[in-house]
């Protein structure tokens, strides 16, 4: 039978070989915003030499992956200011999204910045938080944005940087001014890692200066582990302290540490992945620009965002049924609907298999006959 509602995440195969009549192996996936050059070959030998570890429970102090995260974020800062107690890892960046969301939520009011990621939603009705949307101004595939003004000196912002699903890259100046104002600001980092450190506007360096600030990080996005679930916040330790004692006893499995902390030490994966995406971003972006019906939007992740003159749930299934290409439709961006999608940015190889299918379509759209005018008999 087939699948007829879409998922609300990105990455679900299952769904998407129901509708292509195919196994899940032969979906092309530009659902999910996962690195194609992954896993690194670092982590797959780090689960395979810690398959003994399945016997015993992990250390709930977490303190050699604690460790390595702040080696890294170092090596990013290129200083040494963070120790491993301002880092907290969780089980996938969501898991600590939810003890961001209950914080948020004792709050006055959290301000939204939308478009959003469904599980911020998610995170702040689970705690019956009270939400304001702040929408970003989208018109000629540009980005208006202006830091919201809180009515109460007791509320929070949430928001992620580069922004998901637009691509938009904040400054950090620009987020700075939010800690004067917010008694707490959430930034979701999830794929600053996916930029050169000169590059990058993180908050990371501020997180001692400013004690409500809290920075979530994914580190199964950039090193495609989605699978093993892992992230880290990085905050006061007071706070973190805090979730510590809300949360399970072991939310990161044995093989996620091992993992973990074996690709935070590739750095050669590291300059791979930068060097691909230099190259391929703007080349998909220019070659989705050059199909008629399409306006994607310029960004600094590893997806771009398109508008469609067509409705998306369509192309969707289309691509599915007839090339096996998954796409992210936006449906779960209540601002944005039926008019939007998202893609990975994938291999070259892969890109081009998207580019010619949606080529296709739009030629397929241009020679269909028109709708026949309604007539009263």
């Keep these: ?182 008694a707490l600001v959430v930034v979701d980092e999830a ?38 679930r892992l992230g880290y916040a990085i905050a006061h330790p007071q706070r973190l302290e805090k979730w510590q004692r809300w949360r399970d006893p072991w939310p990161v499995n044995s093989l996620a540490v091992a993992a973990g902390i074996a690709v935070l030490k590739d750095h050669e994966f590291q300059q791979q992945t930068w060097n691909w995406l230099e190259e391929s971003r703007p080349q998909l972006y220019h070659n989705l620009a050059n199909i008629s019906g399409l306006k994607p939007y310029p960004g600094a992740a590893n997806f771009i965002l398109v508008e469609s003159d067509v409705s998306v749930s369509k192309l969707q299934l289309n691509l599915l049924k007839k090339h096996r290409i998954l796409i992210r439709d936006c449906l779960s961006f209540a601002s944005l609907g039926d008019r939007y999608f998202r893609v990975a940015i994938r291999t070259e190889a892969e890109n081009q298999r998207l580019i010619e299918a949606l080529r296709d379509y739009s030629r397929e759209q241009e020679t269909a006959p028109p709708n026949p005018p309604c007539t009263v008999g």
């Design 191 to 228: 794929f600053m890692d996916f930029l050169l450190p000169t590059q990058q506007q993180s908050l990371v360096s501020w997180v001692k200066e400013y004690e409500n600030l809290v920075i979530l990080r994914s580190l199964t996005k950039f090193y495609s582990l989605p699978g093993l």
């Design 1 to 182: 039978m087939e699948a007829t509602h879409s998922p609300r995440h990105g990455g679900n195969l299952i769904w998407a070989a129901t509708v292509a009549d195919c196994s899940p192996l032969d979906i092309l996936d530009f659902s999910a915003s996962i690195n194609p050059w992954g896993p690194p070959l670092s982590a797959l030998v780090a689960i395979q030499d810690h398959l003994r570890d399945l016997k015993a429970y992990p250390n709930p102090d977490y303190g050699e992956l604690k460790e390595a995260i702040a080696t890294q974020i170092n090596r990013e800062t290129g200083s040494n200011f963070l120790g491993a107690d301002w880092v907290l890892p969780g089980n996938g960046a969501a898991e600590l999204l939810t003890w961001a969301g209950r914080e948020l939520a004792a709050l006055d009011a959290t301000y939204l910045l939308t478009p959003a990621f469904g599980d911020y939603g998610r995170s702040l009705r689970a705690f019956e938080g009270n939400v304001i949307e702040c929408p970003l101004a989208m018109t000629s595939v540009e980005l208006d944005f202006s830091m919201p003004q809180p009515l109460s000196s007791k509320s929070g912002l949430l928001l992620n940087n580069p922004h998901n699903p637009t691509g938009k890259l904040f400054t950090a100046e620009i987020l700075l001014e939010s800690l004067k104002q917010f």
